[in-house]
T-cell receptor, first 111, second 117 residues
Framework: EDQVTQSPEALRLQEGESSSLNCSYT??????LFWYRQDPGKGPEFLFT???AGEEKEKERLKATLTKKESFLHITAPKPEDSATYLC????????????FGPGTSLSVIP | GAVVSQHPSRVICKSGTSVKIECRSL??????MFWYRQFPKKSLMLMAT?????????EQGVEKDKFLINHASLTLSTLTVTSAHPEDSSFYIC?????????????FGEGSRLTVL
């Protein structure tokens, strides 16, 4: 069964305390892995797409990496404004319009 | 990046009335649009997938007659909540998938908060 899981469910960090969020996936064929950020009461905001194992993408304090079974979103020296829910999603090779979302990780960065 | 506009952002209605939410892709053509419902502190729950010019495909457990979806053009999809009741109160979000020339990412609207009194 195609599935996407994320851990931890929630994460509290002190400002400046780096950490990583995990996204594990089991799918029959990966077309792309996507990371989104969602603030309360808003729609998800697109962050990154990763297509193949070994690929890395960076944006400010965020870096996303991909292996054959999981992706990590590394947050370096986070700031309170990085507090949000981070969603991971997987696009399927078998069906262009099928995208499976993980449950998300709620990140809180404390000043 | 691609922009998806959703309107209205907030709507309050009386029980028994119908409410229409619009989702527009502003700078690209969306062959497929998706509608989600999100409960507080929960992840996105896919309600239906709509393709331009054809009937929407609803997820199991979603009432087709309650949530009417129309994808009339490559840039517009609408969700109508018919005969709304308080239990329909929720945050509804749409997303759009650019055509096959795109790279496969979904782009989301800002969401619509529905409150049924």
């Amino acid at each position: 069964e195609d599935q996407v899981t994320q851990s931890p469910e929630a994460l509290r960090l002190q400002e400046g305390e780096s950490s990583s969020l995990n996204c594990s996936y089991t799918v029959s064929g990966l077309r792309g892995l996507f990371w989104y950020r969602q603030d309360p009461g808003k729609g998800p905001e697109f962050l990154f797409t990763l297509y193949s194992a070994g690929e890395e993408k960076e944006k400010e304090r965020l870096k996303a990496t991909l292996t054959k079974k999981e992706s990590f979103l590394h947050i370096t020296a986070p700031k309170p404004e990085d507090s949000a829910t981070y969603l991971c999603a997987v696009g399927m090779k078998t069906s262009y319009d099928k995208v499976i979302f993980g449950p998300g990780t709620s990140l809180s960065v404390i000043p | 990046g691609a922009v998806v506009s959703q309107h209205p952002s907030r709507v309050i209605c009386k029980s028994g009335t119908s409410v229409k939410i619009e989702c527009r892709s502003l700078d690209f053509q969306a062959t497929t649009m998706f509608w989600y419902r999100q409960f507080p502190k929960k992840s996105l729950m896919l309600m239906a997938t709509s393709n331009e010019g054809s009937k929407a495909t609803y997820e199991q457990g979603v009432e087709k007659d309650k949530f009417l979806i129309n994808h009339a053009s490559l840039t517009l999809s609408t969700l109508t909540v018919t005969s709304a009741h308080p239990e329909d109160s929720s945050f509804y979000i749409c997303s759009a998938l650019p055509g096959l020339a795109g790279t496969g990412e979904l782009f989301f609207g800002e969401g619509s908060r529905l409150t049924v009194l």
